[in-house]
């Protein structure tokens, strides 16, 4: 697990654990089809997901029930990492994305909440600023948002061979940071394609 702070903005990216970094061919996979969705509500938001994604309720969860959900799957290799967010305190929500696999990134998105009783556009405003300042090739993403009170952004983390969309939104006194997170190799075109689609649905309550 790995937390990108910049000041107001926190970003969590969740890396495989065990992976080279050397990039070798996926598994071959089954004929897409399309998938199903599948509503996830907790008590501040509600989104929709395909319903191949395997998620997790961080907020229903500790360590051994995440355990027991991972252990024996594709994804098994990232446990140790996605355990730190057990409880839910900071991210309330986190789901692999089968599309998006390499052998040291599980592609995944998450929703990290803070409070935060500052003025919204004060907030977003601060975050760009920062993200343009300290992220590796750092992007504005015009258009991209339909969440109410947001802002999306694109960039690669330090050091880590993977890259980032991110959606910030400041609502009900809080500040909700959808992250969706893939291999660097992997086709940012159709990465943001799924992070547009399913951001579009998030809700906040």
Do not use: H
Not at 8 to 36: D, F, H, M, R, Y
């Amino acid at each position: 697990m790995r937390s990108f702070s910049l000041g107001l903005l926190a970003v969590s990216v969740v890396l495989a654990g065990c992976g080279s970094g050397t990039e070798t061919a996926a598994a071959p996979k089954p004929e897409a089809k399309a998938p199903t969705k599948q509503e996830l509500v907790g008590e501040e938001y509600r989104i929709e997901v395909p319903s191949d994604w395997v998620v997790l309720d961080m907020t229903k969860l500790d360590a051994a029930a995440i355990a027991t959900k991972l252990k024996g799957t594709r994804y098994e290799n990232a446990l140790e990492n996605v355990q730190g967010y057990a409880g839910g305190k900071s991210v309330r929500m986190y789901a692999f994305i089968p599309e998006l696999e390499s052998d040291y990134v599980n592609g995944n998105i998450n929703l990290l909440i803070s409070p935060s009783q500052a003025d919204p556009a004060a907030v977003l405003e601060a975050n760009e600023k920062q993200l343009m300042q300290f992220a590796k090739e750092p992007e504005v993403l015009k258009d991209f948002s339909t969440v109410p009170d947001s802002r999306a952004f694109a960039f690669s983390m330090p050091d880590m061979k993977v890259k980032s969309v991110v959606v910030v939104s400041v609502q009900k006194g809080k500040q909700f940071v959808l992250t969706l997170t893939s291999p660097e190799t992997a086709d940012q075109t159709r990465v943001r394609a799924i992070a547009r689609e399913v951001f579009s649905t998030f809700e906040a309550k």
